[in-house]
Nanobody, 113 residues
Framework: QVQLAESGGGLVQPGGSLTLSCATS????????MGWYRRAPGKQREVVAR???????NYADSVKGRFTISRDDAAKTAYLQMNNLNPEDTAVYYC???????WGQGTQVTVSS
């Protein structure tokens, strides 16, 4: 059974940084495609960043240049380095195993002074 577990969320001041982690278990293949999504209060869930099997990445326009997605292939863990955070980044962040129905439970990120 595949499981995803996010960690690293919290409260941070505007301009600050956080790194989210997504630990996985039960994935039988290497280099899984993984994505980070978020749902802000009153809004629909949106894609933040994705890293594909071949290592290529893409980002939402709103986070380009500030967020970086990466993956530890050996550990099958994905990360989201978030810099220069602003209040509009406040949301629950979810990890997703691409092309599957597998999602993590989410981790809250709050950007506020």
């Amino acid at each position: 059974q595949v499981q995803l577990a996010e960690s690293g969320g919290g409260l941070v001041q505007p301009g600050g940084s956080l790194t989210l982690s997504c630990a996985t278990s039960g994935i039988m293949y290497s280099r899984p495609g993984m994505g980070w999504y978020r749902r802000a209060p009153g809004k629909q869930r949106e894609v933040v960043a994705r890293i594909f099997i071949n290592g290529s990445t893409n980002y939402a326009d709103s986070v380009k240049g500030r967020f970086t997605i990466s993956r530890d292939d050996a550990a099958k863990t994905a990360y989201l380095q978030m810099n220069n955070l602003n209040p509009e980044d406040t949301a629950v962040y979810y990890c997703h195993l691409l092309e599957t129905l597998n999602w993590g439970q989410g981790t809250q990120v709050t950007v506020s002074s």
